[in-house]
């Protein structure tokens, strides 16, 4: 089965400090997506970050980096100066059919504290 | 509007009653994706349409769940003599199909009483 792992159930940090969330997964396939989203109470799951299995380069959106491995099949999530804003539920996410019929993890409760 | 929308934003119904729950997505996007959150976890895939017909309905839990979309715009759906166990937040997202990347609406809490 295809399954995606997060194994820390909450995490906190100080403001402007960094911090980094774990994800595993499991897939058969050699072309896949992964993606992280944040969801805040408004229980809107926003896109942070999205990483090509192909690409071997770490994707990178201005705080939001990743640190894709692909034999160890780890996507890791690094946020760098935390902002109160980045408090929510994080969740690590694949595609391995590219279809858009994502296998989310247990999600992450991030805490950024002033 | 401009994001995905959907309604209600809450439902309460009793045991045994049927329910409807709407998306409305992103105008011009294809793809059209139903998945289910449950308290404290990730969501679920339920289903997925291109256009009008679902081209992957293998997250459906059983034959209570049923779901449309007859225009390939707005999708509805519909749960049948709901119980208990179908208590969640049910999320509705868009796609243009090209991008991968998906839109999600603010998802609709249903609770069976």
């Known amino acids: 089965a295809q399954t995606v792992t997060q194994s820390q159930p909450e995490m906190s940090v100080q403001e402007a400090e960094t911090v980094t969330l774990s994800c595993t997964y499991d897939t058969s396939e050699n072309n896949y997506y992964l993606f992280w989203y944040k969801q805040p109470p408004s229980r809107q799951m926003i896109l942070v970050i999205r990483q090509e299995a192909y690409k071997q380069q770490n994707a990178t959106e201005n705080r939001f980096s990743v640190n894709f491995q692909k034999a160890a099949k780890s996507f890791s999530l690094k946020i760098s100066d935390s902002q109160l804003g980045d408090t929510a539920m994080y969740f690590c996410?694949?595609?391995?059919?590219?279809?858009?019929?994502?296998?989310f993890g247990q999600g992450t409760t991030l805490q950024v504290k002033p | 509007g401009a994001g995905v929308s959907q309604t209600p934003s809450n439902k309460v119904t009793e045991k045994g009653k049927y329910v409807e729950l709407r998306c409305d997505p992103i105008?011009?996007?294809?793809?059209l994706y139903w998945y289910r959150q449950s308290l404290g976890q990730g969501p679920e895939f339920l289903i997925y349409f291109q256009g009008t017909g679902a081209a992957d309905d293998s997250g459906l839990p059983n034959d209570r769940f049923f779901a449309v979309r007859p225009e390939g715009s707005v999708s509805t759906l519909k749960i049948q003599r709901t119980e208990r166990g179908d208590s969640a937040v049910y999320l509705c997202?868009?796609?243009?199909?090209?991008?991968?990347?998906?839109?999600f609406g603010e998802g609709s809490r249903l609770t069976v009483l």
């Open positions: 105008s011009g996007h294809t793809a």
């Open positions: 997202a868009s796609s243009d199909g090209n991008t991968g990347e998906l839109f």
């Open positions: 996410a694949s595609d391995p059919s590219n279809t858009g019929k994502l296998i």
